[in-house]
């Protein structure tokens, strides 16, 4: 599977760029109760630092990408703005499973939006641009979603994910043994950290699910 970038991204936002990472041979489980234990802890320091999600400087950087790429960040809000917006709120975030709880961890923790896919519910290569009038999906909030002028990955039977809102489709359950994520870098991070951050990303994923990991920064 090849995974590519519509150059029109990076003329609109230069230095555009993602980090995937490929799991294989994964078991997504009940989240274990030492992941469980961590997040709350991580959720509850934020919490004291009484800061808003706009301090960080994860979200205020793809608030400006968004408002580049012709997107209404206020609108539609990156998927880790909106977690980190309810987080400090002193809302709890429900568990979900293994996989997506530790994926949710990774948005706070960074703060920019990540995405977990079951691998094997893509179809061919995948491609990050922006959305046309065909793109639409069932969302996971249960929506059907019209993903026109947004930001989006799409394999060959269409889009499947976004920094917004990901797709039914492509959904992690108990069921995958492989995933993709996708990490939407922050364009100012260069090469050698984008990397670095994969690699923790990629260590505690397998760490909690195991498997093998690959890392790939484009």
Do not use: C, W
């Given at each position: 599977m090849?995974?590519?970038i519509?150059?029109?991204l990076?003329?609109?936002v230069?230095n555009?760029?993602?980090?995937?990472?490929t799991y294989?041979d994964i078991?997504?489980?009940?989240?274990?109760?030492?992941?469980k234990?961590?997040?709350q802890?991580?959720?509850?320091?934020?919490r004291?630092e009484?800061?808003?999600?706009?301090d960080?400087?994860g979200?205020?950087?793809?608030r400006k990408?968004f408002?580049s790429l012709?997107?209404?960040?206020?609108r539609?809000?990156p998927?880790s703005?909106?977690?980190?917006?309810?987080?400090?709120?002193?809302?709890?975030l429900s568990a979900i499973?293994?996989g997506v709880?530790?994926n949710n961890?990774?948005?706070?923790r960074?703060a920019?939006?990540?995405?977990?896919?079951n691998?094997?519910?893509?179809e061919?290569?995948?491609?990050?641009?922006l959305?046309s009038?065909?793109?639409?999906y069932?969302?996971l909030?249960g929506?059907?979603m019209?993903?026109?002028?947004k930001?989006l990955?799409r394999?060959?039977?269409?889009?499947?994910?976004?920094?917004?809102?990901d797709s039914?489709?492509?959904?992690v359950?108990?069921?995958?043994k492989n995933a993709?994520?996708i990490v939407?870098?922050?364009p100012?991070m260069?090469?050698?950290?984008?990397?670095?951050?994969?690699?923790?990303?990629?260590?505690m994923?397998?760490q909690?699910?195991?498997?093998?990991?690959e890392i790939?920064?484009?």
């Amino acid at each position: 599977m090849m995974i590519t970038i519509n150059p029109k991204l990076n003329e609109l936002v230069p230095n555009f760029k993602i980090g995937t990472i490929t799991y294989h041979d994964i078991a997504i489980s009940e989240s274990p109760q030492m992941i469980k234990g961590r997040f709350q802890l991580f959720t509850e320091s934020l919490r004291l630092e009484e800061k808003n999600a706009a301090d960080y400087p994860g979200v205020a950087e793809y608030r400006k990408v968004f408002k580049s790429l012709g997107m209404d960040p206020s609108r539609y809000r990156p998927a880790s703005e909106a977690l980190l917006r309810r987080v400090l709120s002193g809302k709890d975030l429900s568990a979900i499973n293994s996989g997506v709880d530790v994926n949710n961890f990774f948005s706070i923790r960074f703060a920019i939006p990540i995405g977990l896919y079951n691998l094997d519910g893509i179809e061919g290569d995948v491609e990050i641009d922006l959305g046309s009038a065909e793109d639409t999906y069932e969302g996971l909030n249960g929506r059907e979603m019209n993903m026109e002028g947004k930001l989006l990955s799409r394999d060959e039977v269409g889009a499947f994910g976004s920094p917004i809102v990901d797709s039914k489709r492509t959904m992690v359950d108990e069921s995958v043994k492989n995933a993709l994520h996708i990490v939407y870098l922050q364009p100012s991070m260069d090469k050698s950290e984008a990397h670095e951050l994969l690699e923790s990303m990629a260590k505690m994923f397998t760490q909690v699910n195991g498997g093998s990991a690959e890392i790939q920064v484009i």
